[in-house]
């Protein structure tokens, strides 16, 4: 795996949940078809909301219903040029259960966002953005966003970061 012992690491503090939609969308214009995100934080740290921010981008549909895939597990949205597939991993006791859920089908040439990716083990490419969001201590609306890239995601992200700054 190239550069994944090196990630590309870019911290973003939003200072309210439109900051954070607009990173979201800064985030779907980085990813395609094919790539993995895995959006990680504590219940409530808005990872459903930064996923929502990103497939309604991604589908060009601003009032698109996404709803959290918690009890679903895996919800799937077209776009014109792939498939994106929104997964929620908490409810999963052991990775293997990924394969009855038709894993492999249903991510193939997807773009794919994964809640609670820790759950899949090693089932997971090891080529992709894992994204933080964390709440700082008193502020509720406040949210660190911390986009680490591996391997080809590295050089996208010192790309995006580069544009930003």
Not at 39 to 47: E, P, T, W
Not at 77 to 89: G, N, Q, R, S
Not at 99 to 122: C, F, I
Request: glycine share 10%.
């Amino acid at each position: 795996m190239s550069g994944a012992a090196e990630p590309m690491v870019w911290r973003i503090e939003a200072a309210d949940e439109t900051g954070t939609r607009d990173v979201a969308e800064q985030v779907a214009d980085l990813v395609g078809a094919g790539d993995l995100v895995t959006l990680s934080g504590d219940l409530g740290a808005g990872k459903t909301a930064f996923a929502r921010a990103l497939i309604r981008k991604a589908t060009g549909d601003s009032e698109l219903d996404v709803p959290s895939p918690t009890f679903t597990l895996m919800q799937v949205y077209e776009t014109e040029k792939f498939p994106i597939v929104h997964a929620d991993l908490y409810r999963i006791a052991n990775p293997s259960e990924l394969t009855e859920l038709g894993w492999d089908e249903a991510t193939d040439s997807a773009l794919v966002l994964v809640e609670w990716a820790e759950r899949a083990g090693g089932a997971l490419p090891t080529e992709r953005v894992d994204l933080r969001l964390t709440i700082p201590p008193g502020a509720d609306d406040k949210r660190i966003i911390e986009l680490s890239g591996f391997g080809a995601f590295a050089t996208r992200i010192a790309r995006a970061r580069g544009a930003t700054e």
